[in-house]
C-alpha cells in the first residue's frame, strides 16, 4: 500500500544495504594437519637444542679445525664468555655452573626426535608433491625483479597483500629450501661427526669435514645460521600478521577478507 507523498518503488528494484557491502571474515585453507603436526614438533625440539646447545658450548667456548683440539692447543677463534670448568682457560677470574650432563642427554634426545620429525616431513613433501607446489619456484616466478620486491619489501615493513600471504614468495621459498636441503642435513651430519660411535662406524663422514673438531666448528656456525633463520621468520611472521599466521599454523586455516559484490 502506497503512502501518499511516498515515492513507491518496482518490486524488482532492491535497496543496496550497508551491511552486504561490508566486509567478511572468511577461513581458507592453508596448512595440511602433517606440516601443522611436525612444525610445532620441530620448533619445540629447536629451543632445546638452543637452549641445551649454549650449555654444552659454556663448558668449552674455544674452537679448532682439524681432528685434535685441547686446552693446551692453540684454538682457531674463542667465544669471549667464561666457562663452566675450571681447565678450560678464558681469561675470566671465575666459572659458572656446571649444567653439561643433562644438557648432553636432552641435546642428544631433542636432535633424534628432530631427526624423525625431519623424515616425516621430507616423505610427505615427496609423495604429496608438497615440495613442489609450495617450495620449488618456476621460471615464471623467478626473476631479479621479484627476488628484489621480496627483499626489499620486509625492509620497508610492508605488511604482504592476502594474496602474498597465501603463499610463499621467491625468497621465501629459496631460503626455506636451503634450510631445508642445506642446513638441517649439515648440522645433523656435523652433530652425528662429533659422536665417537657414529665415527666409529662411519670414520669417511667426520674425514669429509675435516675432523672432529673441524665437525664441532662447522655445527656452530650451521646452528647460528639456523638461530638466525628463526629470528627472520618470526620477525616476517609478525610483519604479516603475528596471530593469523600463528592461527594458521595451529588450525590450518588462515583468515582472509572477503568483499560482498
Not at 619445540?44 to 667456548?61: K, Q, R, V, W
Not at 663452566?84 to 626426535?113: C, K, M
Not at 617450495?135 to 621480496?150: E, G, P, Q
Request: proline letters at 6%; one cysteine or more; hydrophobic letters at 50%.
Amino acid at each position: 500500500m502506497a503512502i501518499p507523498g511516498s515515492v513507491q518503488l518496482p518490486a524488482e528494484t532492491c535497496v543496496p544495504s550497508a551491511v552486504s557491502t561490508a566486509p567478511v571474515t572468511k577461513l581458507a585453507p592453508r596448512h595440511s594437519a602433517l606440516v601443522r603436526v611436525t612444525h610445532w614438533i620441530t620448533t619445540i625440539c629447536f629451543f632445546a637444542l638452543l637452549l641445551t646447545g649454549i650449555e654444552i658450548l659454556i663448558s668449552h667456548p674455544r674452537f679448532y679445525w682439524g681432528e685434535t683440539g685441547t686446552v693446551l692447543t692453540a684454538p682457531l677463534f674463542q667465544l669471549p664468555i667464561p666457562s663452566s670448568r675450571a681447565t678450560v682457560p678464558t681469561g675470566y677470574g671465575y666459572v659458572l655452573p656446571d649444567q653439561n650432563g643433562w644438557s648432553r642427554a636432552l641435546h642428544f634426545e631433542a636432535a633424534w626426535i628432530a631427526v624423525l620429525t625431519g623424515l616425516l616431513y621430507v616423505v610427505f613433501g615427496l609423495l604429496t608433491g608438497h615440495f613442489r607446489k609450495n617450495l620449488l619456484t618456476s621460471n615464471a616466478d623467478f626473476s631479479w625483479r621479484a627476488l628484489l620486491t621480496s627483499f626489499t619489501k620486509p625492509l620497508r615493513l610492508e605488511r604482504p597483500s592476502e594474496a602474498e600471504a597465501s603463499s610463499y614468495n621467491v625468497l621465501q621459498r629459496l631460503t626455506y629450501l636451503f634450510v631445508i636441503v642445506i642446513l638441517f642435513p649439515l648440522v645433523i651430519w656435523s652433530g652425528l661427526a662429533m659422536s665417537l660411535a657414529f665415527a666409529s662406524a662411519f670414520p669417511w663422514s667426520v674425514t669429509l669435514l675435516g675432523g672432529h673438531q673441524s665437525a664441532r666448528t662447522i655445527h656452530f656456525f650451521v646452528s647460528l645460521a639456523l638461530a638466525l633463520f628463526l629470528f627472520v621468520h618470526v620477525a616476517m611472521v609478525c610483519l604479516a600478521g603475528f596471530w593469523n599466521r600463528t592461527g594458521a599454523m595451529i588450525t590450518g586455516r588462515t583468515a582472509t577478507r572477503k568483499e560482498h559484490a
